[in-house]
């Protein structure tokens, strides 16, 4: 199958070194691992990090829709990673991956996809905004829309958050994110389910465990007990074995199950997504 993250793709700027990553750029990663087709969808500067990037991407075995810009640079991001594993970012702004535009490569990317990921991070700007909807819009009958929010510094507003609520299938939120998001909307997680008729919405709780909701109910698992190397990553891993889980025909429960196993052995090595 093919799945296609959509959005950032950058360097992870971290005190032990320089990453690659982007979280749809990680959720095509960990689908490709999957044994998928792994599809990326952005854009990287004409410089040394870019070329390093592209390069990087292409090693890794994943299909690339990476357009190069001469105007803008690679993008990055500071990351600091707490001693309990939670990251904090510092976003570089007017990157490549801000002016994502629309082509017939992405046309036909979009006419044969079966699963689609973005977030929030690449719509910051109105280029790359109107290319990621046009993108969701253009998507054949079937494919599956995953909206991963992953809310960054204040990178986002209400009109992204609707916008994107109202073309997918899958919502995936952490238990901030869930509080951010209900409070901007007035809405409770149960109400967002119901009022954008979404499949699937997965609230992730760290290490207290995740819970994911369908039509039939709500799955509550705890997080896998593992000896933790890396985190950064782990959420995209995650997302990427629950929507493969589903495409296989999996329930939810099973699919859900799949995902904890996954993220868990994730953390277990260093380096976790792109590298």
């Not at 095509?28 to 854009?43: D, N, Q, R, T």
């Not at 992204?160 to 073309?167: F, G, H, P, T």
């Not at 901007?184 to 995740?210: A, D, K, P």
Request: glycine letters at 10%; aromatic letters at 6%; one cysteine or more.
């Amino acid at each position: 199958m093919k799945l296609v993250g959509i959005g950032e793709v950058l360097w992870d700027m971290l005190p032990t070194g320089r990453r690659a990553g982007g979280a749809p750029a990680n959720f095509a990663y960990f689908a490709s691992l999957l044994g998928h087709e792994g599809i990326v969808v952005s854009a990287v500067g004409n410089d040394r990090n870019g070329h390093e990037l592209r390069r990087l991407l292409e090693d890794a075995g994943l299909t690339l829709e990476v357009m190069t810009s001469c105007c803008y640079p690679t993008g990055r991001a500071g990351i600091i990673v707490d001693a309990d594993g939670v990251p904090s970012y510092s976003i570089l702004e007017h990157t490549a991956y801000d002016n994502i535009f629309y082509t017939r490569q992405l046309e036909a990317v979009a006419a044969t996809a079966d699963a689609v990921c973005f977030g929030t991070l690449a719509q910051r700007t109105a280029a790359s905004r109107a290319t990621i909807r046009l993108f969701l819009d253009r998507c054949r009958t079937g494919c599956l829309k995953v909206f991963d929010a992953n809310l960054r510094q204040a990178f986002y507003s209400r009109d992204v958050i609707e916008e994107s609520l109202s073309r997918c299938d899958i919502l995936k939120i952490n238990h901030e994110e869930e509080s951010v998001i209900s409070d901007m909307l007035g809405l409770s997680t149960e109400e967002i389910f119901n009022r954008y008729n979404l499949s699937h919405l997965i609230v992730t709780h760290g290490e207290e465990g995740s819970q994911v909701g369908d039509r039939h109910g709500i799955s509550t698992l705890p997080t896998k007990k593992v000896e933790v190397v890396d985190t950064v990553g782990a959420g995209d891993a995650f997302t990427a074995a629950f929507v493969t889980a589903i495409l296989e025909g999996s329930p939810t429960e099973e699919a859900h199950r799949h995902a904890v196993d996954f993220s868990a052995e994730s953390c277990t090595r260093a380096g976790t997504g792109l590298c």
